[in-house]
C-alpha cells in the first residue's frame, strides 16, 4: 500500500514559485505516505470523518488521504499552490477542497460529534520563529488527532503546547528527509534535513470536558 501510495505521489507537481517567506517546501512522496499510511494503521483514518491539512501548498498530504478513501480538505494562504494542488488532485482522480486561509485566522465550525484528523506538514519556524504554533493551536482547536512533521528539535515546545491544551504527544517518529535545492542560496542540489513526527491525541477527559 505504501509504495504504491508513493508512486502516485510522486506524480504530483511542486511550488512553481516558491516563497521563502512562506517556507514552501513539499513533503516528499515517501514520507506523505509514510505518515498518511501509518494513520491508517493506527486505526485514525477509520472512523475519521475529515482529514484537515493546514498550509497544504501543493496538497500532497490531502491527497495522499483522499487517495486512501477519505474526505480531504486543505488550507493555505498561497493561491497559486491552492491552483497547483487542485490540479494535481484532478489528475489523480480524487476531489479534494481546496480553500485560500491564513490559518492565523481560520475560522472553523465543526458541529455535531467531530471526528477530524489534521495531517499537516506547517512551516519550520526557519523564516519566522515558531511559524508552526499557529499551525499546532488551530489544529487542535477541532483535531482528535493530530500528525505534525517539524523540524528535529521540536519536542519540547511541542509538548509544551499540547499539555497547554489539553493533548498528548503519543508518537514520535524521527526521519531525515531529503529536501531538493528550492532557493538559490542553498548550495547543494540538496540536503538531509533531520525532522520529527509527532502524532498527537486529544485527551479522553478534554473530549468529555469539550462537549459538555
Ligand atoms: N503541506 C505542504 C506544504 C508545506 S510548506 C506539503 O507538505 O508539501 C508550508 C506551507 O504553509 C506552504 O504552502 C505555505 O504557503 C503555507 N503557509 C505558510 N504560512 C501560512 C499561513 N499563515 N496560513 C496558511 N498557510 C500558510
Known amino acids: 500500500m505504501k509504495k504504491e501510495l508513493e508512486m502516485l505521489l510522486e506524480?504530483?507537481?511542486g511550488f512553481s514559485n516558491p516563497k521563502i517567506q512562506l517556507e514552501q517546501y513539499v513533503t516528499p512522496p515517501a514520507l506523505a505516505a509514510e505518515i498518511v499510511v501509518n494513520a491508517k494503521l493506527i486505526g485514525d483514518l477509520h472512523a475519521v470523518n475529515a482529514v484537515v491539512d493546514l498550509g497544504c501548498g501543493t496538497g500532497i498530504l490531502a491527497i495522499a488521504a483522499a487517495l486512501l478513501d477519505v474526505e480531504a480538505i486543505g488550507f493555505d494562504v498561497d493561491c497559486n499552490a491552492l491552483r497547483i494542488a487542485r490540479k494535481?488532485?484532478?489528475?489523480?482522480?480524487?476531489h479534494v477542497d481546496f480553500v485560500q486561509s491564513d490559518v492565523?485566522?481560520?475560522?472553523?465550525k465543526i458541529s455535531r460529534d467531530?471526528?477530524?484528523?489534521?495531517?499537516?506538514?506547517?512551516?519550520?519556524g526557519i523564516q519566522v520563529r515558531h511559524a508552526d504554533r499557529p499551525f499546532l493551536k488551530k489544529a487542535m482547536?477541532?483535531?482528535?488527532?493530530?500528525?505534525?512533521?517539524h523540524s528535529a528539535g521540536s519536542e519540547q515546545f511541542v509538548s509544551r503546547l499540547a499539555g497547554e491544551r489539553g493533548f498528548a504527544i503519543t508518537h514520535l517518529w524521527k526521519y531525515?528527509?531529503?529536501l531538493r535545492r528550492t532557493y538559490s542560496f542553498h548550495e547543494k542540489a540538496f540536503k538531509y534535513i533531520p525532522v520529527e513526527v509527532f502524532r498527537l491525541e486529544r485527551k479522553k477527559d478534554e473530549v468529555r470536558n469539550a462537549r459538555r
Open 11 to 13: 506524480k504530483l507537481e
Open 88 to 94: 494535481n488532485a484532478r489528475n489523480m482522480g480524487v
Open 104 to 108: 492565523r485566522t481560520l475560522c472553523l
Open 114 to 124: 467531530p471526528d477530524v484528523a489534521t495531517i499537516m506538514n506547517p512551516p519550520f
Open 141 to 149: 482547536e477541532f483535531s482528535r488527532v493530530i500528525y505534525s512533521i
Open 176 to 178: 531525515s528527509i531529503p
